[in-house]
């Protein structure tokens, strides 16, 4: 996990990890999350962009049975945002590259980087450049 922290460190492989775990590869357009009972609707460039600044480090063993590095790290400010980690859970099974976020550090993060643009309706927020594309099928009334 050293060797992949290190290589996510250079400039734009971050970026690009993120387009490809999320996004897989431009493929989808948008991220949508439900937060607080609404939709949330962000571009794709946005949100690689924003996600795309953190920092990159290794784990610590905190504690004895711990294992250092074994977790790439993905942190704002100091605080953990997300997290990649290969799991081994059983011998019959391949290994994993289990990647997550933690949901309200993720969406305060998307919250103050990105712009509210628009009230798509009663349930669904657009966010930044979401707005310019996001709809376009809707029918006007």
């Known amino acids: 996990m050293v060797r992949l922290a290190e290589r996510l460190r250079a400039p734009g492989r971050l970026k690009g990890f993120i387009l490809k775990a999320i996004f897989n590869g431009g493929e989808v357009n948008y991220l949508t999350v439900k937060h607080q009972g609404k939709f949330h609707i ?9 996600f795309g600044e953190f920092e990159i480090c290794n784990s610590v063993a905190r504690k004895e049975g711990d294992v250092p590095n074994q977790k790439v790290l993905l942190r704002w400010n100091g605080v953990n945002v997300g997290e990649i980690e290969m799991r081994n859970d059983s011998v019959i099974h391949y290994r994993e590259i289990r990647f997550n976020m933690i949901k309200p550090r ?7 980087k990105i712009p509210h643009k628009s ?16 709809g376009r099928w809707r029918a006007k009334r």
């Open 106 to 112: 993720a969406m305060e993060l998307l919250f103050s």
């Open 42 to 50: 962000f571009h794709n460039t946005d949100v690689a962009n924003v």
């Open 119 to 134: 009230t798509f309706s009663p349930m669904v927020e657009v966010y930044g450049a979401a707005d310019k594309r996001f």
